[in-house]
C-alpha cells in the first residue's frame, strides 16, 4: 500500500492533479479578488454620488425656500434657526435618514447639525478645495471611517457624510465567505483533478500495458486506438509504425542470418567432404593437388562471401563514410576495364567502350565509385554468354546530366523479378547461375553504395536477354 502511494506521488497523474488544482485555486483566488475590488469600487461610487446628490439637494431646498436665514429671529413656530432649517431640508434628509450626518455653516457659522452628531462638530480644516470629498474617523460617531462631501457656494457650506459601515460589513462577509469556500473548492477541483487526469491517463496505462506484452513473438500484434485523432491516437500509431520497423528489421536479420548461414555452410560442407575424402582414402600426388586446388577455391569463396557480409554490415551501421572528390569516370573506368581484360578473355568476352569526349567529371567517393564499377563490370563477366560483348557506355545530356550504361548478354530475365535484383542474395535459379556460385550480394551492395552518393541506378532487361545496367550522376 505504501509501494502504491509512493508510486502515485511520483507519477503525472499525480503532478497533472496538482497543477490542475493550483490552476483552478489561482483562478479563485484571482476571481475573489477581482469581485472584491470591484464591490468595494461600485459601493464607494454609489455612496460617493448620493453624498453629492444629498448636499446639493440640500442646498437647493434652503435657496428655494427663499428664508432669509442671516436676519433669523425666533418666533412661535421656530424658536431656533435649527428646527428652521430642520424643516426645509426634511425632505432632503429623509431620503437617507439612517447614519446620514449633515451639517449646515453659513458664513463660517454652523447654523444646522443632525441630531446623530450630538454635540461633535465635524471639522472643516482636514477640507483643502470646495466641493470635493474625503474621510473622517470619528470613533465617538462610529468604529468606521466616516466618508464626507463638502458642498461649498454663496457662504453656504454643506458637509454631508456617512460611516463606511455597510460597505466593510459587505466585504467582511464576502472575506468570510471566501475563507469557507476556498478549501471546500480546493478540495473539490482536487477530486475533479484526480478523475480527469485519471480518465485521460487512463488510455497511456492500456498503452503501457499492451506494449510490455509485446516481444519478438507476437511483432504482428498492433496497439489498438489508431483512430483517435488525439495525442493518444498520434502516439500509438507512432508506437505501431516502431513495431512494425522492429519487426521489419527482426525479419531482416532472420533472413540475412539464414541466408549467410547458406551461403557459408555450402562450401564448409564442400571443404569437409574433401578434406574427409583425403583422410580416408589415399591419393595420387595429382589427385591431392586437385583436392587442394579446390579447397582453395572454396576458401577463396568464403573470403569472399565473408568480406561482403562485413562490407554490408558496415554499410548498413553507417560506418562507411564518403569523402567527395572531383573524378573523371574515363580514367577510372579505363583503369577497371584493363584489370578484367584477362577475365573476360577466358569467356571470349569483348569490353567496348564508347566516350562522347574523355572528361566526364562528377563529384564521388573515388574508392567506393571503384568498387561500384569493380562489381558491375564482374557481374556483366560472369552471367554475360560466351562469346559476347560488354558495351560500357558514357554520355552526357543536353542538360550536362552525365550517365553510364553497361549492357551484356544474357538468359532473359522476367520483368517481375528485376526489381528483387537488388534483394540481398537474391539470385535467379537457373542452371546457368547456379553453377557460377554467386552469393546475390554484388547489386545489393551496388544498390547501396549508390544511394549512398544520391545517384540513380536502373537496371532492366529486353526478350532477346540484353540486361542493361544505367547510372545517372547528379
Known amino acids: 500500500m505504501l509501494f502504491n502511494l509512493e508510486k502515485y506521488l511520483k507519477s503525472t497523474r499525480f503532478k497533472t492533479t496538482l497543477w490542475y488544482t493550483a490552476i483552478f485555486f489561482i483562478l479563485e483566488v484571482v476571481f475573489g ?24 439637494t440640500i442646498y437647493n431646498f434652503v435657496k428655494d425656500s427663499k428664508v432669509n436665514l442671516f436676519e433669523f429671529e425666533p418666533d412661535s413656530i421656530y424658536s431656533t434657526t435649527d428646527e428652521l432649517i430642520y424643516d426645509i431640508i426634511f425632505e432632503a434628509l429623509a431620503f437617507n435618514p439612517n447614519n446620514t450626518f449633515v451639517q449646515v455653516s453659513i458664513n463660517n457659522k454652523i447654523v444646522f447639525r443632525t441630531t446623530n452628531l450630538g454635540n461633535i462638530t465635524l471639522k472643516t480644516d482636514l477640507i483643502q478645495n470646495s466641493n470635493t470629498l474625503f ?20 457662504n453656504y457650506k454643506i458637509i454631508v457624510a456617512f460611516p463606511l459601515e455597510y460597505i ?24 475533479g483533478g484526480f478523475f480527469l487526469s485519471f480518465k485521460a491517463l487512463n488510455r497511456i496505462d492500456k498503452i503501457i500495458k499492451r506494449t510490455d506484452e509485446i516481444d519478438t513473438n507476437n511483432l504482428n500484434t498492433l496497439l489498438d486506438g489508431e483512430e483517435y485523432d488525439d495525442e493518444y491516437g498520434r502516439l500509438v500509431k507512432t508506437l505501431n509504425r516502431m513495431i512494425r520497423r522492429i519487426k521489419s528489421s527482426m525479419d531482416y536479420m532472420n533472413q540475412f542470418t539464414i541466408n549467410a548461414s547458406h551461403e557459408l555452410k555450402t562450401p564448409l560442407t564442400i571443404l569437409r567432404g574433401e578434406l574427409e575424402l583425403a583422410i580416408k582414402y589415399p591419393k595420387s600426388r595429382e589427385e591431392c593437388l586437385e583436392i587442394i586446388k579446390s579447397s582453395y ?22 560506418l562507411i563514410k564518403i569523402n567527395l572528390e572531383k573524378v573523371n569516370l574515363v580514367d577510372l573506368i579505363e583503369g577497371i576495364v584493363k584489370d578484367f581484360k584477362f577475365f573476360a578473355n577466358e569467356k571470349n568476352i569483348k569490353l567496348i567502350t564508347n566516350y562522347s569526349n574523355s572528361n566526364f567529371l562528377i563529384d564521388a567517393d573515388p574508392m567506393i565509385l571503384k568498387q561500384i564499377f569493380i562489381n558491375l563490370i564482374d557481374n556483366a563477366i560472369k552471367y554475360g554468354d560466351y562469346g559476347s ?5 558514357c554520355q552526357k545530356d543536353y542538360h550536362g546530366k ?69 547510372i545517372f550522376f547528379n
Do not use: W
Request: charged share 25%; hydrophobic share 40%; no cysteine.
Open 135 to 154: 474621510e473622517y474617523y470619528i470613533p465617538e460617531l462610529s468604529k468606521y471611517p466616516i466618508r464626507a462631501y463638502s458642498f461649498d457656494k454663496d
Open 297 to 318: 577455391e572454396e576458401t577463396l569463396r568464403l573470403i569472399n562471401i565473408i568480406e561482403r557480409l562485413f562490407f554490408i554490415t558496415k554499410l548498413d551501421n553507417a
Open 33 to 56: 479578488a477581482v469581485i472584491y475590488v470591484y464591490i468595494d469600487h461600485t459601493m464607494r461610487k454609489e455612496l460617493d454620488y448620493s453624498l453629492k446628490k444629498q448636499a446639493k
Open 402 to 470: 552525365i550517365s553510364i550504361y553497361i549492357k551484356n548478354k544474357s538468359e532473359p530475365i522476367p520483368k517481375e523479378l528485376i526489381p528483387k535484383l537488388f534483394e540481398r542474395f537474391y539470385r535467379i535459379e537457373t542452371s546457368h547461375n547456379r553453377s557460377l556460385g554467386g552469393v546475390g550480394l554484388g547489386l545489393a551492395v551496388v544498390k547501396q553504395l549508390i544511394d549512398l552518393h544520391k545517384f540513380d541506378i536502373k537496371i532492366d532487361s529486353d526478350e532477346l536477354g540484353y540486361f542493361t545496367v544505367q
Open 168 to 191: 466593510s460589513k459587505t466585504l467582511n462577509e464576502l472575506t468570510n465567505l471566501y475563507i469557507i469556500v476556498t478549501p471546500l473548492f480546493l478540495l473539490l477541483s482536487f477530486i
Open 389 to 393: 560483348d560488354i558495351l560500357i557506355l
